[in-house]
Nanobody
Framework: QVQLVESGGGLVQAGGSLRLSCVAS????????MGWFRQAPGKEREFVAA????????YYPDSVKGRFTISRDNAKNTVYLQMNSLKPEDAAVYYC?????????????????WGQGTQITVSS
């Protein structure tokens, strides 16, 4: 069983930055595709970023491309999400997720384990 614990959420002004962290335990972290998703009230869970096993390949939707950066440190069993130039529409609960496969996907159903989520609030 893989456990994921996010941290780093909070309140930030529009245009500001935050870095989220997600620490994994209970499995072989370097064998997981890792992703970040977000969910705002009344909306579906949305893909934000994903990274391959090694971290060499990263994927983003257009809504965050150029502003968000996903990275991982396999030695620390940790994946990060650096968020810059935050906008009010980025406000949501952010989740990290692990996928037990080499293939990176952007659909929530493709991920096997989820963290509890961390709230991001962006004031305008």
């Amino acid at each position: 069983q893989v456990q994921l614990v996010e941290s780093g959420g909070g309140l930030v002004q529009a245009g500001g930055s935050l870095r989220l962290s997600c620490v994994a335990s209970g499995g072989t972290f370097s064998s997981y595709v890792m992703g970040w998703f977000r969910q705002a009230p009344g909306k579906e869970r949305e893909f934000v970023a994903a990274t391959s096993w090694s971290g060499e390949r990263t994927y983003y939707p257009d809504s965050v491309k150029g502003r968000f950066t996903i990275s991982r440190d396999n030695a620390k069993n940790t994946v990060y999400l650096q968020m810059n130039s935050l906008k009010p529409e980025d406000a949501a609960v952010y989740y990290c997720a692990a996928r037990l496969s080499w293939l990176v996907v952007s659909t929530p159903s493709g991920y096997d384990y989820w963290g509890q989520g961390t709230q991001i609030t962006v004031s305008s």
